[in-house]
């Protein structure tokens, strides 16, 4: 998708280096920055350097090219790829697309290892831009229906930032949105501040206004009147990690913004690749949960009259706080999963139809 009018990717791999969007220095400067070696990667996940479901699994693959480039070695490789998977714990892709690199990697001869590896971690990233471009197809399909019906702009309400800049194109939840505004659809978008890091005003709006998408940013308490007041008709999503019985683990806050929906009566969709299915946890309650520094809550980041970035304190300097990062969604507040292989009931059935 476009910054300034010129195409981008979130994520590609250029003379043995890989470059990323530097997206902690977004909205206010762009910054392309090179990965050189795994740590670099391990530290780009860390500190959301790279941030969003999809783009850590891809940055955690190319993690593992720069592992192969600074020792090859098949004892380095499985350090790196274990070291990788801890960097952030909840979305899932992180772990599938290195499970996927290992898989393809393990016992491989030095002299082979190198080219399979990007030849992988380049094939992961294919494949998710081909899953978000039909996420976005399959989704478009409900938005032309609620637009066939209203005959006017539709409103459609999202979390976080499960656009292009968390994917590696098109992105999941923004998907049908930017198919519906290149199909001439009149769609606005309410993006949640989404606080502590404040992805949606920072990342969500930043990347909607650049390929001129009207949008408006609210506080993340907002929603609830808006919904009460027929100001939404629809909510997209991303999700971190969808168990196989249809419940969505996304960013903090998505849960509440169900309820809400669920009470107006409001289509609550969720957006994902099938990479973000974990088939194996049966229960909500084994997600790992990230717990973030408490200072993402307690000092904000702006820009100051000299136009430098700078972080300030907003809380009593004796004041605890908590900084839970995701939450969970039972799947009866969830509409419907919007896949890349059409669209299905959160359920174990539903995707169990989809994905045999
Ligand atoms: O903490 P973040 O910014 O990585 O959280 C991102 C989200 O919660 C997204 O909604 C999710 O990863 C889906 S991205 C397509």
Not at 122 to 148: H, R, S, V
Not at 157 to 172: E, Q, R, V
Not at 278 to 297: A, F, G, Y
Request: proline fraction near 3%; charge should be neutral; include cysteine.
């Amino acid at each position: 998708m476009k910054i300034e009018g010129k195409d981008y990717r979130t994520i590609w791999f250029e003379n043995n280096v890989v470059k990323i969007i530097d997206q902690t220095k977004l909205p206010h400067s762009f910054v392309i920055k090179d990965l050189k070696n795994v740590s670099d990667a391990i530290n780009a996940i860390k500190v959301m350097e790279v941030r969003g479901a999809p783009l850590i699994g891809a940055t955690a693959a190319f993690g593992l090219v720069l592992s192969i480039l600074e020792n090859n070695d098949q004892s380095f490789l499985k350090k790196s790829a274990e070291e990788l998977i801890k960097s952030r714990p909840t979305a899932i892709n992180l772990k599938w697309a290195v499970d996927r690199m290992m898989q393809k990697l393990s016992g491989v001869n030095s002299d082979q290892i190198l080219d399979l590896a990007i030849d992988e971690a380049k094939k992961i990233c294919e494949e998710d831009i081909k899953f978000c471009k039909n996420i976005g197809l399959n989704g478009l399909k409900i938005i032309e229906e609620i637009y066939n019906k209203k005959k006017d702009t539709v409103n459609i309400l999202t979390h976080c930032n499960a656009g292009w800049l968390a994917t590696i194109n098109w992105g999941t939840a923004t998907s049908p949105i930017y198919h519906a505004h290149k199909k001439g659809i009149p769609v606005h978008i309410w993006a949640d501040e989404t606080r502590p890091r404040n992805q949606g005003a920072n990342l969500t709006s930043y990347e909607l206004n650049e390929e001129g998408v009207n949008n408006t940013v609210i506080a993340d308490n907002t929603g609830g009147i808006l919904m009460q007041r027929g100001q939404v008709d629809m909510c997209i999503v991303g999700t971190d990690r969808t168990l196989s019985n249809g419940d969505v683990c996304n960013k903090v806050g998505t849960y509440l913004k169900a309820l809400a929906a669920y009470d107006n009566n409001i289509p609550f969709y969720v957006a994902l690749p099938s990479s973000t299915i974990d088939w194996d946890i049966k229960s909500h309650k084994d997600i790992p949960i990230e717990e973030r520094n408490s200072e993402e809550l307690s000092h904000v980041e702006g820009l100051d009259e000299k136009g430098n970035i700078k972080q300030v304190l907003i809380y009593p300097k004796k004041s605890k706080a908590m900084n839970l990062a995701f939450d969970v969604t039972p799947a009866k507040y969830v509409t419907g999963l919007i896949t890349e292989k059409g669209v299905c009931e959160a359920s174990k059935e539903g995707l169990k139809k989809l994905f045999k």
